[in-house]
């Protein structure tokens, strides 16, 4: 389920390689926030995305037209997916922090 939403949104991205800025950009953003709602999830982990991504991208392509320069454009692609979602969770992140700093200024401890 999770990679399949996931690969949905990198068919976007491909689909709007001329328009990457709006609709593409925050649905990247959205999927980054919503890691925070993961528990034991690290943001260190969206690093690992771009490396597990060419591995399998050579291994499922290789003798199918996937040259180098292929591979160089999935590799941008993969980290514009990455820097976004990275982003969001630091939006998200920021957030809640704020929002836990209202609560406590507010008197409300439950968080």
Do not use: P
Request: glycine residues 6%; proline residues 0%; aromatic residues 12%.
């Amino acid at each position: 389920m999770h990679s399949r939403r996931f690969m949905q949104a990198v068919g976007a991205c491909v689909e709007n390689l001329e328009n990457l800025d709006a609709d593409v950009t925050t649905l990247f953003l959205d999927l980054g926030k919503k890691h925070i709602k993961f528990d034991g999830f690290n943001v260190d982990y969206f690093s690992a995305y771009v490396s597990s991504m060419q591995f399998v991208w050579d291994l499922e392509l290789t003798g199918h037209h996937y040259s180098k320069q292929s591979r160089d454009l999935w590799t941008l692609i993969f980290e514009f997916v990455v820097t976004r979602m990275r982003e969001g969770y630091h939006i998200a992140m920021e957030d809640e922090r704020l929002r836990e700093q209202s609560n406590i200024a507010n008197g409300n401890t439950k968080v």
